[in-house]
T-cell receptor
Framework: SQQGEEDPQALSIQEGENATMNCSYK?????LQWYRQNSGRGLVHLIL?????REKHSGRLRVTLDTSKKSSSLLITASRAADTASYFC????????????FGQGTRLTINP | ETGVTQTPRHLVMGMTNKKSLKCEQH?????MYWYKQSAKKPLELMFV???????ENNSVPSRFSPECPNSSHLFLHLHTLQPEDSALYLC??????????????FGSGTQLSVL
């Protein structure tokens, strides 16, 4: 299975601290994406990193990708209460029709 | 607002009922998806439609029947469901490109409870 696995399953930090979530996967990928989901809502795309990229930034988000270790990390800096959500990584395989495979997610809680 | 609208937001049905979930995308995308999200399980891809043709069916029980009449609309017809089918059903759309870097845009989901 190419399924991404997030670590940790749950993370609770104080507002203002940085939050780091990790994702591991098993097979070759075309790209890896991170999504966010507020409770009971749909997922929202955050950032995409290609297999030939090592790091990408978007606002307070920093994503790294290590294809040799088949792992990625999502860093949220200066966290805010509004960042409380579940975060999922999703991997896209190198060829064929698009089929993102999602992990189980990390539940992030930011305490005010 | 993601540009993908799902109705209804909540649905309670008995095991003998027939109901349909509706999804509409206003983004001009050429692919649409149904996902199932159950508690403590990864998001499960159920069906993929590309240019209104079903291209993926991940061994979903026949009590789930998708329909894609055009590139903007997607339905999931439900009949004789089981309690274990209770879940959040998410619709998504994307624009397929040769580079394979499609991003999914999700609706808010239909929270389904089967009694």
């Amino acid at each position: 299975s190419q399924q991404g696995e997030e670590d940790p399953q749950a993370l609770s930090i104080q507002e203002g601290e940085n939050a780091t979530m990790n994702c591991s996967y098993k097979t070759s990928i075309n790209n890896l994406q991170w999504y966010r989901q507020n409770s009971g809502r749909g997922l929202v795309h955050l950032i995409l990193i290609r297999s030939n990229e090592r790091e990408k930034h978007s606002g307070r988000l920093r994503v790294t990708l290590d294809t040799s270790k088949k792992s990625s990390s999502l860093l949220i800096t200066a966290s805010r209460a509004a960042d409380t959500a579940s975060y999922f990584c999703a991997t896209a395989r190198p060829q064929g029709a698009q089929k993102l495979v999602f992990g189980q997610g990390t539940r992030l809680t930011i305490n005010p | 607002e993601t540009g993908v609208t799902q109705t209804p937001r909540h649905l309670v049905m008995g095991m003998t009922n027939k109901k349909s979930l509706k999804c509409e995308q206003h983004l001009g995308h050429n692919a649409m998806y149904w996902y199932k999200q159950s508690a403590k399980k990864p998001l499960e891809l159920m069906f993929v439609y590309s240019l209104e043709e079903r291209v993926e069916n991940n061994s979903v029980p026949s009590r789930f029947s998708p329909e894609c009449p055009n590139s903007s609309h997607l339905f999931l017809h439900l009949h004789t469901l089981q309690p274990e089918d209770s879940a959040l059903y998410l619709c998504a759309s994307s624009q397929l490109t040769p580079g394979g870097e499609e991003k999914l845009f999700f609706g808010s989901g239909t929270q389904l409870s089967v009694l």
